[in-house]
Every structure is written in C-alpha cells, then in structure tokens.
C-alpha cells in the first residue's frame, strides 16, 4: 500500500454535517478555496470539478467516495496551467471525524500512485494549510479569511 505523501490535520469548531456541506457546497467553497467552486452530485463514479471564477477549469477528477459526513476521496488532476497536465493523478481525501458534539479534526490527504518532483508535492503541502485555515475561519466565525493564493511552484521539466 502507498503512503500519502502529504497529510494536514486542522481541527475545526463545527458539526461534521457543517464541515462535509462546506467541502461539498459551491456557494461555501468559493468562500474559503480562492474563489474557486466545486461542482459534484457527490456520488461515487461522478465527475468532479473545481472551476475557477472565470469559468475556467483549475481541476477535476473522479469521485471515488462520499460517506457523509465524514470521508470524500476523489481523483485530481490540475488542469489550469498547461506544464502540470502532465503530471499523474492525485488522490485527495478528506476524513472528517466528530470531537464531541461541536467540534472536529480535519485530515486532508494527497495520494500519489507514480513519483512526483519534491517541487510539485511542496505545492500541495503550501497550498491545504491555507484551504483548511480558510475553511476553518469561515466556519468559526462565518467570515473568510483574506489571504492570497499561494503561488504555483515552478513547472514540472520534462526528462532528458
């Protein structure tokens, strides 16, 4: 069995309901995920989709498992710029478990089936911190947090 090559764990003040209507929302994830929305019915074999506010694609894949509220994989295929299309698919995962009755911790995984540049993983391992702080600030106190997305790291290069 792979290891997931990047893990992030936030703990959130929130139901799981609150927290799994917030991974699986379009209207709340343009809040906390730089304005991008995900688009889903959420069921297993489903598209998944990620558009950015220009209606542009910035990533998609496949849902493997929704099991609300409590566990979301689905594929992942960056699509937005044109050197990471190349890259294998990701298997992103999202467990949520109940901490008491309001409160949750958080996992966010990135599964790699194929070796990726240390470059492309330290993309993921900037950029969940930030999507989890926002999502964890919008639930807690309702407003999103104001930061940037985080720059893209330097394209993958092709082998020689």
């Not at 694609?57 to 099991?67: M, N, R, T």
């Not at 950029?127 to 104001?146: H, V, Y």
Request: proline share 11%; charged share 20%.
């Amino acid at each position: 069995m792979t290891t997931p090559q990047t893990i992030v764990v936030t703990y959130i003040a929130a139901t799981p309901e609150q927290v799994w209507q917030a991974l699986t929302d379009p209207a709340q994830s343009v809040r906390y995920f730089f304005g991008r929305r995900v688009e889903s019915d959420w069921q297993p074999g489903s598209p998944f989709v990620l558009r950015m506010e220009d209606g542009k694609v910035d990533s998609q894949g496949v849902v493997l498992a929704a099991e609300p509220p409590y566990r979301l994989s689905v594929t992942w295929r960056v699509e937005w710029l044109e050197a990471f299309r190349q890259l294998p698919e990701v298997v992103v995962t999202w467990q949520v478990d109940a901490l008491g009755d309001e409160a949750v911790r958080l996992t966010v995984s990135e599964l790699h089936q194929e070796p990726v540049d240390a470059q492309i993983l330290q993309g993921g391992r900037n950029g969940w911190p930030l999507i989890l702080a926002g999502l964890k600030t919008l639930l807690e106190t309702g407003r999103p947090l104001n930061v940037e997305a985080p720059k893209p790291p330097p394209a993958p290069q092709p082998a020689q």
